[in-house]
């Protein structure tokens, strides 16, 4: 399965002693502004959990191993009349820049981290089991282990090949892609169930869609081997939106 994975440009919002800690940076390559937010499957939320990233910005935020978890970003982010801030794609439904704890609504592109500790093995990968919104990848930095610690990501944007069925709408035409199971919610294509082991649940028509234009990336539940990638040595990570 895939891992249960603001204020200014390059700023460090949390920091502990180098020795100890990962960062994560977050850059803006789109032209236009996004919003981006992470989500911890373990280990504390990280001290900022949405923020606003105009385009070419970078911001930096930082987690004390072992820690696990997924950044993702929102854009068509607007604020209404009563001050209540939502967002076209990605939504994680707060009302409020910051997730807080809350996950995005699918379609949403993820990078996944698990952290290990004291210079241990990272596990990573880009994830499109939820389906697609925007380009993305990750790049780890700084003291890395020798044959690993590659880059991986979707630097393509899917939208344009999504099929209808799978298609979200919005201005200027399809705004973001859903997985099938996100679009279905049937076993074959979620991996549960009778399918719910690599034996059993496939590729489908629908995930080959994403795996042929980003072949690095998760496009179903069981799709380890191509997936799946790792890093020793005390890395850092670099996240870019449409890199």
């Known amino acids: 399965m895939a891992i249960e994975a603001i204020f200014g440009i390059s ?13 994560f940076t977050i850059t803006n390559n789109c032209p236009y502004t996004i919003w981006p937010a992470n989500l911890a499957g373990s280990g504390p939320q990280l001290s900022s959990t949405g923020f606003e990233l105009a385009s070419k ?27 209540k801030f939502n967002c076209a794609k990605a939504n994680c439904g707060t009302g409020q820049v910051q997730c807080n704890g809350v996950a995005g609504s699918p379609p949403a592109s993820l990078v996944e981290f698990s952290i290990a500790p004291n210079n241990g093995r990272d596990f990573y990968d880009v994830s499109l089991v939820d389906g697609f919104n925007l380009p993305i990848s990750v790049t780890p930095q700084g003291s890395v282990g020798a044959g690993e ?20 709408t919005g ?3 399809v705004i973001a892609c859903k997985s099938a199971c996100v679009a279905f919610n049937q076993p074959q294509y979620c991996c549960t169930g009778e399918f719910g082991t690599p034996e059993k649940c496939l590729p489908t028509k629908y995930s080959l869609i994403f795996k042929q234009q980003c072949p690095q990336a998760y496009s179903y539940a069981y799709d380890d081997k191509t997936s799946t990638f790792t890093c020793s040595g005390g890395a850092n990570y670099l ?5």
């Open 11 to 23: 700023f460090i919002v949390l920091f502990f002693s180098s020795s100890q800690a990962t960062t």
């Open 57 to 83: 910005a970078s911001l930096t935020l930082t987690a004390l191993p072992p820690w696990s978890g997924r950044f993702w970003a929102r854009t068509g982010c607007t604020t209404d009349p009563s001050c």
């Open 171 to 173: 201005v200027g035409g």
């Open 239 to 243: 996240i870019t939106f449409c890199p």
């Open 149 to 168: 610690c590659k880059s991986t990501g979707c630097p393509v944007n899917l939208n344009p090949h999504c099929p209808p069925e799978l298609a979200v």
